[in-house]
């Protein structure tokens, strides 16, 4: 069992950063995939950014590939969402989750879920 907890959300400006922070209870999560999911107001959960268990592998969404970084840090039990030259687009309730996605990393075969953390950017 995984407990996911997202923080680091806020209200920012276009063109600034955020880093988003997942930190993952239970010592299965460095054996899991991790993945960032966002759901805007009225639309459906959209991927944003996976990595594999071992951070050998990345994948991101077209939307915001060149801008937005995953990594993550097994012995700190923790993956991040480092994202910069954010767009008023941007904004949505962002998710981690862990698991192992047997279709791909951009699919939603995730197990574990985290609650969410609201990112808002303001134009």
């Known amino acids: 069992q995984v407990q996911l907890v997202e923080s680091g959300g806020g209200l920012v400006q276009a063109g600034d950063s955020l880093r988003l922070s997942c930190a993952a209870s239970?010592?299965?999560?460095?054996?899991?995939?991790m993945g960032w999911f966002r759901q805007a107001p009225g639309r459906d959960y959209e991927f944003v950014a996976a990595?594999?268990?071992?951070?050998?592998?990345?994948h991101y969404a077209d939307s915001v590939k060149g801008r937005f970084t995953i990594s993550r840090d097994n012995a700190k039990n923790t993956g991040y969402l480092q994202m910069d030259s954010l767009k008023p687009e941007d904004t949505a309730v962002y998710y981690c989750?862990?698991?192992?996605?047997?279709?791909?990393?951009?699919?939603?075969?995730?197990?574990?879920w985290g609650q969410g953390t609201q990112v808002t950017v303001s134009s």
């Open positions: 990595v594999t268990y071992n951070s050998a592998r990345t």
């Open positions: 239970g010592r299965t999560f460095s054996s899991y995939a």
């Open positions: 989750a862990a698991g192992t996605p047997t279709h791909g990393l951009g699919t939603y075969e995730y197990d574990y």
